[in-house]
């Protein structure tokens, strides 16, 4: 039900993905990506399925059995402070794919806070990466809390253990620099059962 793929580019995360939607049943897909990438979504959906599809543009709320929708505009039909009114919650989705999930790191941007909220209620959520997970470990941890991973419990553990995590002091208060990378090994085991990562 939850979980990250992050096959290296070029090996068809995309195809994967809608394939192992039509076989688990879901019935009504959202599907949040860059803009640049709904039409190629469009397309590969329509190689496997005659299901109902809509690319969603500005404001006009048309969901079909797969909804593709770019990040830029969620905003136009979802608030996390009116979650009655909400376009996207009142469909009913059963399984929301997130395409590039990279774009939802900063758990400050408005963006991400939408998309963790559309998650939250929706339950079912399937996160596509080709960027390795390893290279800045804090990067993942958004991603990670998504599909309940433990590693993903205690921010600060995973800071400290993971990320080479330490505070400093700026003026009065304490900042946490948490740029870097350890115990990359570990990190890899503990989370290999909910992400998969395949090389060329």
Not at 53 to 65: D, L, R
């Amino acid at each position: 039900d939850k979980y990250i793929l992050a096959d290296d580019m070029g090996l068809g995360k995309t195809t994967s993905t809608v394939i192992a939607s039509l076989e688990n049943g879901s019935k009504k897909v959202l599907i949040i990506c860059p803009a640049s990438l709904k039409i190629n979504w469009e397309r590969e959906i329509k190689n496997y399925t005659d299901k109902t599809t809509s690319i969603v543009e500005g404001k006009k709320w048309e969901p079909a059995e797969y909804t593709i929708i770019n990040y830029d505009i969620l905003k136009n039909f979802h608030d996390p402070k009116k979650p009655k009114e909400s376009d996207v919650l009142n469909y009913g989705f059963d399984l929301v794919i997130i395409d590039e999930a990279h774009y939802i790191q900063n758990k400050q941007a408005q963006r991400t806070k939408i998309v963790n909220d559309l998650c939250k209620k929706i339950g079912r959520v399937w996160l596509l990466t080709g960027t390795p997970m390893t290279s800045r470990p804090i990067n993942y941890y958004n991603l990670l809390e998504l599909v309940d991973s433990p590693v993903a419990y205690n921010w600060m553990a995973y800071a400290i253990r993971y990320c080479e995590g330490y505070q400093f002091n700026v003026g009065n208060r304490k900042v946490w620099n948490v740029n870097g990378a350890s115990n990359l090994t570990e990190l890899r085991d503990r989370t290999k059962s909910h992400v998969l990562r395949r090389l060329k």
